[in-house]
């Protein structure tokens, strides 16, 4: 690869190691952040790709009316197959390694915002010290873990940005084929990212020498991945734009979305505000402020945030809403704070400046600690606030862990033949995708649907059959005598049905 293309010998030493310690750290989460936070990052992603591989998968309304696009399981897919072909079959492994690939993407996304910190006139050495908390960030890091449609846009959107950019600064049409490249398999991977898209078509407008002929390429450039979406959905789907025209029938149309909760137009800003340091918040958005009043001068940081922008802006208009759906806005509020304090050092530091510009970088170090006290507790838990639990548990926010791992610890099992998940109900599995087993697997939360299960299970007389009940749920005492204890890993314990 031509790296010439893209940046100067010179930038190619700051960009690899920025793109190093960012792939360990987001290494690190793959292997430690193991519990999803929404069911669709199973289901919508890893579960139908397994299927496709495997051949085992359970598959949820979506993916039988339509309504998602094949294009992300398809990568995830691809990946499935690969680590496969390289002998990789635990169930926990391989999903690490399916986390570390997108966690590639993400380490390329932020070392790229080094080259964007270097466009927006900041000096080599302020831009490099000051994106190494971006670099090390304990919530982006934490996003990036995450097999959501959300997560794996995120970089695209910023490689947009990136080649937008390039284009102001060289006018070579190249840049503005990337950039609506980039754009389009975003929103390839999540539709939504199209306000993003549309977004950057406007500040590409406003800020380009020629506005018309830069915003019509970039403009038409994504329609065409946008046909390309179509066309794939006639493959997958046997219609044109299939899955976008069910998905915007089932949110908009029908209005279905809004039933599953509907919040008001700060709740974003709220939700930022409680997750993210206020100097953090605060100082991004004194930059966007200062970058409007020098807009001349500023127009690459313009055409960065404000994609950003009118993104979180559209989706907070949105009736339904989740912190996941402005996942992007995070990488953006962090980069404005680190560029915020790189540009006031720059300016205002120049009397011991090394020693100025390293204490800065560790307050911001210091300010992403704060999302610790928000996210430390589910950092490999999962959450959910949906009425799946019964008794005293409906509807109240739980946090429990230990069930993907559980399920991985299950498929393990040599000589299993029949496996039951009992505590937790299918939609907070990890479905087939970490239990990666030629083998049928059910769960079960209800103390009823637990005793009609384990009644079955003892009925049928079958070998191999396998129970693990989360801590704390009851076992039926009229089947304690059929099952053997094999394990207890702390969130769950594991039983044998003696059948045999």
């Known amino acids: 690869m031509n790296f010439k293309r893209f940046f100067n010998d010179s930038e190619l030493l700051p960009f690899l190691a920025i793109f190093t310690l960012s792939l360990l750290v987001r290494i690190y989460a793959s292997a430690t952040s193991i519990a999803q936070i929404y069911p669709d990052e199973i289901f919508q992603t890893l579960e139908p790709a397994h299927k496709l591989v495997f051949g085992r998968g ?6 039988k009316v339509g309504a998602r696009s094949w294009f992300f399981p398809g990568i995830l897919a691809g990946v499935y197959k690969t680590l496969d072909l390289f002998g990789l079959g635990d169930p926990l492994s391989i999903n690490i390694g399916i986390k570390i690939f997108l966690s590639i993407f993400h380490s390329l996304s932020v070392a790229v915002l080094y080259l964007l910190f270097r466009m927006h006139g900041l000096e080599k050495k302020e831009s490099f010290v000051f994106v190494l908390p971006v ?3 304990y919530l982006l890091s ?27 600064k060289s006018e070579r049409k190249r840049e503005l084929v990337f950039a609506f490249l980039t754009a389009g398999t975003a929103y390839m991977i999540r ?7 549309f977004g950057l078509a406007i500040a590409l407008f406003l800020t380009a020498r020629k506005r018309f002929q830069t915003a019509s390429i970039f403009g038409f450039g994504f329609l065409g991945m946008m046909l390309l979406q179509g066309l794939l959905d006639i493959f997958t789907w046997g219609g044109f734009f299939k899955s976008l025209l069910t998905y915007l029938d089932y949110n908009i149309l029908r209005g279905v979305a809004d039933k599953h909760g509907v919040f008001p137009w700060h709740f974003y800003l709220t939700d930022l505000a409680q997750t993210v340091h206020p100097l953090t918040y605060i100082s991004a958005l004194l ?7 020098s807009f001349k001068k ?12 009118f993104f979180f802006a559209v989706h907070s208009a949105i009736g339904h809403k989740e912190p996941r759906f402005v996942f992007a806005c995070f990488f953006a509020v962090f980069a404005l704070s680190a560029e915020f304090f790189a540009k006031f050092l720059q300016k205002y530091g120049k009397n011991r400046k090394d020693a100025a510009i390293f204490l800065s970088a560790f307050l911001l170090f210091s300010l992403d600690a704060v999302p610790h006290i928000k996210y430390a507790p589910v950092w490999n838990h999962s959450v959910t606030k949906i009425d799946n639990f019964y008794g005293n548990d409906k509807g109240k926010e739980k946090i429990f862990g230990g069930v993907l791992e559980t399920e991985a610890e299950l498929g393990r099992i040599r000589d299993l033949k029949r496996a039951y998940l009992f505590g937790i109900p299918q939609i907070w599995s990890g479905g087939y995708a970490y239990f990666h087993k030629n083998a049928p697997i059910s769960f079960a939360s209800k103390p009823d649907d637990v005793k009609k299960m384990l009644k079955k299970a003892v009925d049928s007389k079958q070998s191999g059959v396998y129970c693990a009940f989360r801590n704390g749920i009851d076992m039926p005492e009229e089947y304690t005598g059929n099952l053997e204890k094999i394990s207890n890993n702390g969130e769950f314990t594991i039983y044998r049905l003696k059948n045999d």
């Open 135 to 137: 670099a090390a960030s």
């Open 191 to 197: 539709f939504q990212t199209c306000i993003f898209s």
């Open 287 to 293: 930059l966007m402020i200062s970058s409007v009043f």
């Open 142 to 168: 934490y996003i990036s873990a995450r097999t959501l449609t959300e997560s794996a846009s995120l970089p695209f959107m910023v490689f947009a940005v990136y080649f937008a950019s390039r284009y102001i």
């Open 298 to 309: 500023n127009k690459e940081l313009f055409l960065f945030f404000f994609p950003f922008l």
């Open 58 to 63: 359970i598959t949820y309304w979506e993916f």
